[in-house]
């Protein structure tokens, strides 16, 4: 079975700076998709980020970008310019290529400081 | 973007009672959806696979007899929860696959259940 790591339960971010939230997997296959998901106070999940995994070159979107570390099973993700917004439940969540259900870590609070 | 609802987004039901959440996509077909529990602060657990016509695929712990779900057309698929007891109290989303979207799942905004 497929297991998520976050090991970070809350991180504090002062507005304008970057924080970076950290997520390990495991997994024996080759091909697979990594995502992050926000969720906010309105408990809508929201997909941040999609990376797949045999593409190289890490994904981005806006003041979302990841660092993809193949060989180390990691998949960090790095909100920059903060904004109050971000504050929300950050899940990084892993899927096989030929499999459509996803395995979500235990999630990251992350708080933005004014 | 695909755009997901669930009725109610929050109901309160007696113990013993049963109660029935919907989900639908709303602007596409989506002939697998998802059912998942999430408890205060916590992640989301996967309960069961719902397709399209057929029957769903619970996972591992999840009492299929407890938890039924019917999925009768490709844009609705229902969750009942039977016999509710005051543990069966969380919050329940849903999530349809779009298969014009790259197979990617698009969440309902949730529905919270307690049970008194």
């Known amino acids: 079975a497929q297991t998520v790591t976050q090991s970070q339960p809350e991180m504090s971010v002062q507005e304008a700076e970057t924080v970076t939230l950290s997520c390990t997997y495991d997994?024996?296959?080759?091909?697979?998709?990594l995502f992050w998901y926000k969720q906010p106070p309105s408990r809508q999940m929201i997909l941040v980020i999609r990376?797949?995994?045999?593409?190289?070159q890490n994904a981005t979107e806006n003041r979302f970008s990841v660092n993809f570390q193949k060989a180390a099973k990691s998949f960090s993700l790095k909100i920059s310019d903060s904004q109050l917004g971000d504050a929300a439940m950050y899940f990084c969540?892993?899927?096989?290529?030929?499999?459509?259900?996803?395995?979500f870590g235990a999630g990251t609070t992350v708080t933005v400081r004014a | 973007g695909a755009v997901v609802s669930q009725h109610p987004s929050w109901v309160i039901c007696k113990s013993g009672t049963s109660v029935k959440i919907e989900c639908r996509s709303l602007?596409?077909?989506?002939?697998?959806m998802f059912w998942y529990r999430q408890f205060p602060k916590q992640s989301l657990m996967l309960m069961a696979t719902s397709n399209e016509g057929s029957k769903a695929t619970y996972e591992q712990g999840v009492e299929k007899d407890k938890f039924l779900i019917n999925h009768a057309s490709l844009t609705l698929s229902t969750l009942t929860v039977t016999s509710a007891h005051p543990e069966d109290s969380s919050f329940y989303i849903c999530?349809?696959?779009?298969?014009?979207?790259?197979?990617?799942?698009?969440f309902g905004p949730g529905t919270r259940l307690t049970v008194t």
């Open positions: 990376q797949e995994a045999y593409k190289q």
């Open positions: 999530s349809a696959l779009s298969l014009a979207e790259a197979y990617e799942q698009y």
């Open positions: 969540a892993y899927r096989r290529s030929n499999d459509y259900k996803l395995s």
């Open positions: 997994t024996s296959e080759s091909d697979y998709y």
């Open positions: 602007d596409f077909q989506a002939t697998t």
